[in-house]
């Protein structure tokens, strides 16, 4: 039977883990795949203006269908595919050549890995004070390997 002060001590680690480290674990793999989104949806966008350009349909324009919501769609005429819209943030939109569009994706792309890279190593990190604590607890209990 362990001592009571010891088992205090198992107590506190145990709810530190559960309660502040693997909640903490939890919050830094969403905002990974939040990152993880925002990466694809600008890469997709890259490849639709890399097609854009391939097809020649910054100057000649292109015919698409557009979704209005509940899938109605809508056949549209893009006249202008030269210049592109997009969000730099707060709800701010600028307007971009698409040669000019790809070079901003391409360094927001650059910014999203590298706080990508972070996360993993906060989430590795993470994992290592909850495997450093379990392993103390082990100590404590006598436990052994």
Sequence with gaps: MMEPDIQRKVH??????????RQDLAALEKKLDEKNSEIAE???????????????????GYKTKVDLGSNFFIQA??????HILLDVGLGHFVEFTLDEALVVIDVRIKLFERQVANL????????AHIKLILLGIRDLQGIDK
């Design 12 to 21: 506190q680690f145990e709810t530190f883990i559960n309660d502040v480290l």
């Design 42 to 60: 600008f890469l997709q966008l890259k490849s639709v203006i890399t097609t854009l350009k391939n097809v020649g349909a910054e100057k000649d």
């Design 77 to 82: 005429n893009v006249e202008d595919a030269s």
């Design 120 to 127: 993993r190593k906060e989430i590795a990190n993470t994992n």
